[in-house]
């Protein structure tokens, strides 16, 4: 049906060219010659879109529907996106590494953090959850190649001016190999279609230029990405800070899954509510000692997956900080910063209940030991809309709280 249509439109195209005649607009409307162009356009559009769903959506052996809207396809381990890469084209998911010494750890009993598996459905063994890309989700991207990615920008660590914002707490100046913390989960308000919050763990090394490579994992709402505000786990990935390499989740050829409990990019749940109950999930992102990949453990030991070391320039050694907190995107489309908030959309001062947290930070050193963090540093690039204070006690070693409403009387 569509390439008739096509050969019809073509056809039309070209006989309003050789005719010649003008068409003058009536009562306002578009020329038809223009429309039918338009209309020719269109469909090459959705052509391509149809294209990259076929390659990035994988042939599933069940599918499973969330509440949310979201399809699960339970996708065969080895021809998961990562295979499509050049270097693991033909091979199979590694098995578990050693984890760091320090991490007391069990293998998880069944948890329930995301939403899609509410139902008491699961993806079988040998098989790995991924979250369906819909032509929706391709349609609010501005382009095929910018979907799942970051924009590139001028990346620097206080990034005041570019329009993201962050309250981070971060460490430098040494060699590091993984980082750990528990990250309090909220479902804050994002106020533009085109702006983000999200709470995360970065490692990074390079410089902030252009040759900086990161790892990240946390949760995000992402109107944009997901088309909702659903608070979600996510990974990232980059080698050229966000310009041609990586992207989110599974969204292209990169990080390998070998879990078939959690899905990138789905819905978490339970989460936090304002004077009510607290509720945090377990982060954790470590160098193989032995293969050199970096693994990614979720909850209470459930491994995910790894991003392979090749991936990499600076990261296949070693990185040179590890940063924790919120960002959001500030897009001042109304003219005034805006209300999409950070964590809790409370200040840091509010506290427990109130006020968004990380605990536990903990560094994973080139022995493979987890450690507590030294010389720490705080940062809030406006102090007035999200802020962060950090602590430390017995239980929760190392810890902050941040956030904050965005717009306000002191947040114009």
């Known amino acids: 049906m569509i390439p008739a249509l096509i050969a019809f439109l073509v056809v039309s195209s070209s006989l309003g060219l050789v005719l010649s005649?003008?068409?003058?607009?009536?009562?306002?409307?578009?020329?038809?010659?223009?429309?039918?162009?338009?209309?020719y356009k269109e469909i090459q559009k959705l052509r391509r879109i149809n294209a990259y769903l076929k390659k990035i959506n994988k042939p599933a052996v069940k599918t499973i529907q969330s509440p949310d809207g979201d399809f699960i396809d339970c996708v065969l381990s080895h021809l998961q996106p990562a295979f499509d890469h050049p270097e693991l084209r033909g091979q199979k998911p590694l098995d578990p590494p050693e984890r760091p010494r320090g991490h007391n750890w069990?293998?998880?009993?069944?948890?329930?953090?995301?939403?899609?598996?509410?139902?008491?459905?699961?993806c079988p063994e040998g098989t790995v959850p991924i979250r369906r890309t819909a032509e929706k989700d391709?349609?609010?991207?501005?382009?095929i190649r910018n979907y799942g990615r970051k924009l590139r920008r001028n990346v620097r660590r206080d990034s005041t001016g570019n329009g993201h914002e962050h309250a981070v707490l971060f460490v430098n100046g040494e060699q590091y190999y993984g980082a750990k913390a528990n990250l309090n989960v909220w479902a804050p308000r994002v106020t533009n279609e085109y702006e983000f919050s999200l709470s995360q763990i970065w490692i990074i090394s390079g410089s902030f230029g252009n040759d900086l490579n990161t790892i990240e994992a946390g949760w995000q709402v992402s109107p944009d990405l997901?088309?909702?505000?659903?608070?979600?786990?996510?990974?990232?990935?980059t080698t050229d800070a966000y310009q041609a390499t990586g992207c989110y989740n599974l969204l292209c050829s990169g990080f390998v899954q070998t879990n078939n409990k959690i899905a990138i990019g789905a819905a978490i749940s339970p989460r936090s509510s304002y004077n009510g109950r607290q509720f945090d999930i377990g982060l954790m992102v470590w160098k193989d000692p032995k293969h050199g990949?970096?693994?990614l453990e979720f909850g209470s030991g459930l491994l995910v997956g790894y991003w392979p070391a090749f991936l990499f320039s600076h990261l296949r050694?070693?990185?040179?900080?590890?940063?924790?907190?919120?960002?959001?995107?500030?897009?001042?489309?109304?003219?005034?910063?805006?209300?999409?908030?950070?964590?809790?959309g409370h200040?840091?001062?509010?506290?427990?209940?109130?006020?968004?947290?990380?605990?536990?930070?903990?560094?994973?050193?080139?022995?493979?030991?987890?450690?507590?963090?030294?010389?720490l540093h705080l940062l809030a690039d406006h102090s007035n809309c999200y802020d962060i204070r950090q602590g430390r006690n017995s239980v929760w070693g190392t810890y902050f709280y941040y956030g904050g409403p965005g717009r306000n009387v002191r947040c114009p």
């Open 226 to 237: 997901y088309g909702d505000n659903y608070p979600r786990f996510f990974t990232y990935w």
């Open 138 to 143: 391709i349609l609010r991207a501005s382009s």
């Open 293 to 295: 990949n970096w693994w």
């Open 106 to 122: 069990t293998e998880a009993v069944r948890e329930s953090l995301q939403l899609w598996t509410d139902s008491g459905e699961s």
């Open 347 to 375: 200040f840091a001062g509010e506290g427990f209940g109130k006020a968004a947290y990380f605990r536990n930070l903990q560094i994973v050193d080139w022995d493979n030991n987890l450690l507590p963090l030294t010389n």
């Open 21 to 39: 005649v003008p068409l003058i607009p009536d009562s306002g409307h578009r020329p038809v010659s223009n429309q039918t162009f338009t209309a």
């Open 317 to 344: 050694s070693h990185a040179n900080m590890i940063q924790f907190g919120g960002e959001i995107v500030n897009t001042r489309s109304s003219g005034f910063h805006t209300s999409t908030q950070m964590g809790s």
